[in-house]
């Protein structure tokens, strides 16, 4: 998740690509910088930190001001969350080649940059910073021979991974040219002037004429207008749309809530995540996270201590690992781990997950691991928080910035963090076949664009039944194994933002207590996807249909004996089991988030609750 702008027009474009980094800031703010071509030549300023910290580098260039003189018709710029390389100038984009012809801002992961870096070094090109995404700078340079949309197709022929980029060229002046490949871009048309952009809040202020780049697009951009071509070199017609958003709704890309604005960037969350880990017939690489494949493949037991979702988080994963690797796994919350003198030390690995790296009572149960000689492992999504000073390897969940206090995206990042986790045990350890193996890490591979489909294809059913619902005081969930985390989260997804009292509990367990709550009117949320106990949980949710409650089920897609049982029936794409969490959940958010949105709620910052908790 970083955000990049470029323009090109007859203003100094440095007061608008600042504006521009301003509105795309949600997506990373580790560092920033911008290019501006004026004349033949190319001014760079990057710095580290927030675009304050950029403000102030540019003060000190002595060109802040963005006055004709000192500004330029063409520019690109980035705010960046980091994934490959520290937090270093160096590392900040735009990023150029080695003969500082091209400059490039890029968003997402270059996969097979190592190849790529080997290769230039070979031939002696050297190269500025420890990113994957200067690697595209310096082929861009190498293919370029006078046509700069030529030289970004035969680059992006060369690359492998999923990204979109903006580049200009210092032969070029007035030309932009970007491309698409699973990471988001999209051009707005202004009177004589264009934009390329991750979003469109990012040059919404100028203009709100918007041209939508698709996967496998190349857009060549000048201050007359675009050219759009595929990859492959066909050309693109397609009609300018009118957005026609307030401010308050740009700043959400037009959704109506964070809220709703995370649940839509899963997908994305999942995709920066996973796709440069893992690789079929590769195996998964976590080698940036500091963990010594010797110790796992001798690992006895993993601990995971977590509060609220990333507890969730942490059962999901308990599943994967003891399924696919066969090594036992506790789940603890870890405000009750921390004061039960658990027993944990050397042998051990203690996983603490934290979307903020910073809540007190998962912070404090990895430091008591620590120091009874266990290993911990942080998976975290902000870099240098404090989970990660707290433990000897960190696994980073690429997000991106979560705004809403519901926990959505870093949700399913987390999830994904664990499956890849479990399945490099599981590579180590040798528990399954190779092709087996294989099949689990394309499927992994695979979700970022189910879950995508997913979301719109529950979308109107999640809504109906939202409808139907929003007066009810009080839902039960019920889910048994894998399904029983998903029942979970889903329950305090509902309370949190709806107030609504919730219950989740493993349906075969109903039968001991819950099930004296039950009557006509009570809603029951089963999730009911495949899994090794969809029998039992079927004959549950049937005892619950007995009493005349309302049965809401969640099911694979295929799996019709659910429809036969269930009152109302969402059904999620079919994948492997174990990694049916990542779809069950999306018609749990929906259903919170549209029953708490009919009763008039703010679903972003419900109630008494914070994002981030650092006191215990
Ligand atoms: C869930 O929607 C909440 N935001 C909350 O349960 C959260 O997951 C919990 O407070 C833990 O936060 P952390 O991941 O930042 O440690």
């Not at 999209?186 to 009177?191: A, I, M, R, S």
């Not at 976590?286 to 507890?311: H, Q």
Request: proline fraction near 4%; hydrophobic fraction near 40%; include cysteine.
């Amino acid at each position: 998740m970083c955000g990049i702008i470029g323009y090109v027009g007859p203003r100094p474009c440095q007061p608008i690509l600042v504006a521009g980094l301003g509105k795309l800031e949600y997506r990373g703010y580790d560092s920033a910088g911008l290019a501006i071509m004026t004349g033949g030549s190319i001014e760079k300023v990057r710095a580290v930190g927030n675009l304050a910290m950029l403000g102030e580098a540019l003060d000190a260039a002595g060109r802040l001001d963005g006055d004709a003189t000192n500004g330029g018709s063409t520019g690109i710029a980035h705010t960046r969350w980091a994934t490959h390389g520290r937090v270093t100038e160096q590392n900040a984009h735009p990023h150029s080649a080695d003969d500082g012809s091209v400059e490039m801002v890029l968003n997402g992961i270059v996969e097979n940059h190592a190849e790529i870096r080997e290769g230039l070094q070979a031939e002696g090109v050297e190269l500025s910073s420890e990113t994957d995404a200067e690697v595209v700078a310096h082929l861009i340079a190498r293919n370029f021979e006078g046509d700069l949309t030529e030289a970004v197709r035969a680059t992006v022929g060369e690359l492998r991974g999923h990204f979109s980029f903006v580049a200009m060229h210092r032969d070029l002046p007035g030309v932009l040219v970007g491309a698409r490949w699973e990471t988001p871009l999209t051009v707005g048309l202004g009177e004589g002037e264009t934009f390329v952009a991750s979003a469109i809040p990012a040059f919404m202020a100028e203009t709100r004429e918007v041209l939508p780049v698709e996967n496998g697009e190349i857009v060549t951009a000048t201050a007359d207008g675009v050219e759009i071509e595929t990859f492959a070199g066909e050309p693109v017609e397609r009609d300018p749309e009118t957005v026609t958003w307030d401010e308050e709704a740009a700043e959400k890309s037009g959704y109506e809530t964070f809220m709703m604005k995370e649940i839509h960037e899963q997908p994305e969350a999942i995709a920066e995540t996973v796709l440069d880990r893992v690789r079929p017939g590769e195996g998964v690489d976590l080698s940036d996270s500091g963990l010594d494949d010797e110790f796992l493949a001798g690992l006895g037991r993993v601990v995971v201590v977590a509060c609220g979702t990333s507890y969730h988080a942490g059962l999901v994963g308990r599943y994967a690992i003891e399924t696919w690797a066969r090594v036992p796994v506790e789940c603890d919350i870890a405000s009750e781990y921390r004061y039960r003198d658990p027993v944990v030390g050397p042998g051990d690995l203690v996983i603490g997950i934290t979307q903020s790296g910073e809540t007190a009572d998962t912070l404090a149960a990895m430091k008591l691991a620590r120091e009874k000689g266990a290993t911990v492992l942080a998976v975290t999504n902000v870099m240098g928080s404090q989970a990660t000073r707290e433990s000897d390897a960190v696994l980073y969940t690429r997000a991106g910035l979560e705004i809403g206090v519901a926990a959505t995206k870093t949700f399913v990042a987390q999830v994904a963090v664990m499956y890849l986790f479990a399945l490099k045990l599981a590579e180590l350890r040798e528990t399954l076949p190779a092709e087996v193996l294989e099949g689990l890490e394309q499927a992994l591979r695979d979700i970022p664009e189910l879950m995508d489909a997913t979301i719109d294809s529950v979308s109107e059913v999640v809504e109906s039944v939202a409808e139907r619902h929003v007066d009810q005081d009080f839902f039960l969930y019920l889910g048994r194994h894998i399904g029983l985390p998903v029942c979970l989260e889903g329950a305090l997804k509902l309370k949190e933002v709806s107030y609504i009292p919730t219950d989740a509990y493993a349906a075969g367990e109903m039968k001991h207590g819950p099930i004296a709550l039950l009557d006509e009117s009570t809603p029951v949320v089963c999730v009911a996807t495949d899994s090794p106990v969809l029998d039992k949980v079927l004959s549950n949710l049937e005892e619950v249909r007995a009493r005349g409650a309302d049965t809401i089920a969640i099911a694979t897609e295929g799996s019709d004996r659910v429809g036969e049982v269930a009152d109302e029936t969402i059904f999620v794409p079919a994948t492997d089991w174990v990694l049916q969490p990542l779809f069950a959940i999306i018609p749990l958010q929906l259903l919170a988030y549209h029953v708490a949105r009919k009763r008039g709620l703010n679903v972003d910052q419900p109630r008494n609750l914070a994002k981030t908790v650092t006191v215990e």
